[in-house]
């Protein structure tokens, strides 16, 4: 706790003005990789990475995974190749520091209460892609307590549809065990992230194919029991 205060705080003081100087947030997004993997290193955690390799850096895409803790984030982000943005509920942008660091690395804020602005939120995240960033979500909306996949938002396929952008799917295994909702301690340990082939938004002609597909895609890497299950549910 103690390596994240003082290096949020070091990485503000350098991050924060180089962002207001250049326009660019590229050096303040480093250093948050920086300490969000040094930070996981010293807690123990390890993360192994698989199927990486199809996802071509030059391009843009939708990563789309399960949500089991609130590790997730900070395991999934570092592991995608170039910047990403992320849909974030909006509480989190009033927390001091990290709100302003959010904000200034084009994370885009969601409130799921409000459908305006679910929908306002879509375009500000098409805008953000539009200029080359990467888009992350977690479609559930909110973690799983016993890993069956919760129903999938909308809104985020519909920005897939939209904007042509392919999905690429991604398991996330192990960081419930960690970090598991509700809990505020964290154990060390192993978490597999699989990485699925891009999906082209352009194969389907209705939006639910696209969230099954996708569906299909993130259960087939979970455990033999959860992937039953989470089939059976989606049929």
């Known amino acids: 706790m103690l390596f994240v205060v003082i290096s949020t705080t070091l990485g503000a003081l350098v991050g924060f003005p180089w962002t207001w100087i250049t326009g660019s947030a590229d050096v303040l997004y480093a250093i948050a990789m920086w300490i969000v993997r040094t930070g996981l290193r010293l807690a123990g955690i390890r993360v192994q990475v698989e199927g990486i390799e199809p996802i071509n850096p030059a391009e843009t895409y939708i990563f789309m995974c399960n949500h089991v ?11 995608i190749p170039r910047r990403t943005s992320v849909l974030v509920k909006k509480e989190l942008f009033q927390v001091p520091i990290l709100g302003r660091a959010m904000r200034m690395a084009d994370l885009v804020a969601v409130d799921r209460r409000n459908r305006e602005a679910a929908v306002n939120s879509m375009r500000a995240a098409e805008e953000v892609m539009a200029r080359g960033l990467n888009m992350t979500v977690f479609p559930e909306g909110t973690r799983s307590r016993d890993g069956l996949l919760l129903p999938f938002k909308k809104g985020p396929f519909y920005l897939a549809t ?8 991604v398991t996330i295994l192990g960081s419930d065990s960690l970090m598991p909702k509700g809990s505020t301690l964290i154990y060390p340990g192993m978490v597999r992230l699989v990485f ?11 939006n639910d194919e696209l969230i099954a597909a996708v569906r299909r895609e993130i ?11 989470n089939l059976d549910s989606a049929s």
């Open 69 to 79: 803790s609130n590790l997730d984030p900070p395991i999934l982000i570092p592991a």
């Open 219 to 229: 259960a087939s890497a979970l455990p033999p029991s959860l992937r039953e299950a």
């Open 196 to 206: 699925h082939t891009p999906i082209s938004p352009k194969r389907f002609t209705d």
């Open 162 to 169: 939209d904007s042509g952008i392919p999905v690429v799917p």
